[in-house]
């Protein structure tokens, strides 16, 4: 029988758009009282407005998730709120591809920043919390990008494999022997604005010889995080792929 989410605590990182912002809308709708977290306080604002006249509740933290010192703010404002921390939806990321040879190396470490030490981050904020109280749940959005290689991807899927790799420690070290559950979601492409950070010309020009695709979207993977946090607490969803039904890689 699936376990209410009414009442339940959720941060979400990267509710200002896309992904992050669909997940944020559908937990609202299940009753979860929300942070909403992301740069973009406007976004943020506009869309807790929204949802707070749809009759939910939720606050809005501006965080850069590359800062230890804004996640702690993050999760202190969270409990002077609400006063506990049920799920962290770790979702913020972005995906300026580029080719090796063009080394643009600020833009690899922007995503190593984002995409890998942000979520590191977001786990060592609400651990200490989650294992007071020998529960929570921390959903990591993944990506197929976690799984295979692509052009033009190498950095983007070196962050994605590390979070795979470490939501699989994760579960061995912690779900197994203190309950906390972890979910590593991996999208396929999905209609979203994450493409508009990709600087890199070659990328731009490169062709693409794929069939066209129809692309996810963003409440698709809502949908599949809603799934995964309504289990009963003995089971854990582990690992969910989720790809447009014509995506081949
Ligand atoms: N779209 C796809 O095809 C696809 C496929 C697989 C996986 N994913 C993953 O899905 C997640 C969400 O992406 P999306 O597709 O929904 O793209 P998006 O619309 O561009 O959303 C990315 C979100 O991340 C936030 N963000 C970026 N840098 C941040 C930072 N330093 N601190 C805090 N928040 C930050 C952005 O908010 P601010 O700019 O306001 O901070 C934005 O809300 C990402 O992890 C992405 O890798 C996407």
């Not at 977001?122 to 109280?133: E, F, S």
């Not at 979070?163 to 979203?192: D, Y």
Request: with cysteine; aromatic share 4%; net charge neutral.
């Amino acid at each position: 029988m699936e376990t209410t989410l009414k009442n339940k605590v959720a941060i979400i990182t990267g509710a200002s758009s896309g992904i992050g912002e669909a997940i944020a809308k559908a937990l609202a709708h299940e009753g979860c009282k929300l942070v909403l977290a992301a740069r973009r306080i406007k976004r943020l604002t506009a869309l807790r407005e929204a949802l707070t006249e749809a009759g939910a509740e939720a606050i809005v933290v501006q965080i850069d998730v590359t800062s230890p010192g804004q996640w702690k703010c993050l999760v202190d404002k969270t409990m002077e709120t609400w006063g506990q921390i049920d799920i962290l939806v770790n979702n913020a990321g972005i995906m300026p591809l580029s080719f090796i040879k063009n080394l643009r190396i600020d833009e690899w470490e922007q995503m190593i920043d984002v995409n890998l030490k942000g979520v590191l981050y977001g786990v060592a904020a609400v651990l200490p919390l989650m294992r007071h109280r020998k529960c929570g749940h921390i959903i990591n959005i993944s990506s197929t990008a976690g799984r295979w290689l692509f052009d033009g991807g190498a950095v983007y899927c070196a962050t994605k494999f590390a979070i795979n790799a470490f939501s699989e420690g994760f579960r061995r070290e912690i779900t197994a022997s203190e309950g906390i559950r972890m979910t590593l979601i991996e999208p396929g492409i999905t209609s979203t604005e994450l493409h508009l950070g990709i600087k890199d010309p070659d990328v731009l020009h490169a062709g693409n010889n794929q069939p066209p695709i129809t692309p996810l979207q963003p409440e698709d993977i809502a949908k599949t995080t809603v799934y995964a946090l309504s289990q009963p607490q003995h089971v854990n969803i582990n690992e969910v792929l989720v790809m447009p039904t014509n995506q081949k890689l």
